[in-house]
C-alpha cells in the first residue's frame, strides 16, 4: 500500500521541485477533482525541462574538460 502524502507534503514537494504557487494552484486543483493524468502529464512535462537542463550543463562540462585537456597539452609542448 502506497504512503499516504498530505496535501501539505505535497504542496512542499511541488515547492522544492520549483513549482510557482500558479503550477502548484493548478496541481492542486487537478488533485482536487480526481485528475490524476493532468497531474501526471504537468510532472513529465516539468521532468522533461529539467532533463533538458541536465543534458546541456552536461555538455558544458565536456566542453569545459576538452578544455583543460587541451590546455594542459599544450603547456606539456612548450
Not at 504557487?21 to 513529465?44: D, H, P, R, V, Y
Request: hydrophobic content about 40%; aromatic content about 8%; some cysteine.
Amino acid at each position: 500500500m502506497p504512503e499516504t502524502i498530505t496535501d501539505d507534503d505535497m504542496i512542499q514537494m511541488l515547492s522544492d521541485m520549483g513549482f510557482d504557487q500558479k503550477m502548484t494552484a493548478l496541481f492542486m486543483e487537478l488533485k482536487c477533482s480526481g485528475n490524476t493524468q493532468g497531474q501526471i502529464k504537468i510532472l513529465n512535462d516539468v521532468r522533461s525541462v529539467i532533463l533538458d537542463n541536465i543534458h546541456r550543463e552536461e555538455s558544458q562540462i565536456y566542453r569545459i574538460d576538452y578544455l583543460i585537456y587541451w590546455i594542459n597539452n599544450s603547456i606539456s609542448h612548450i
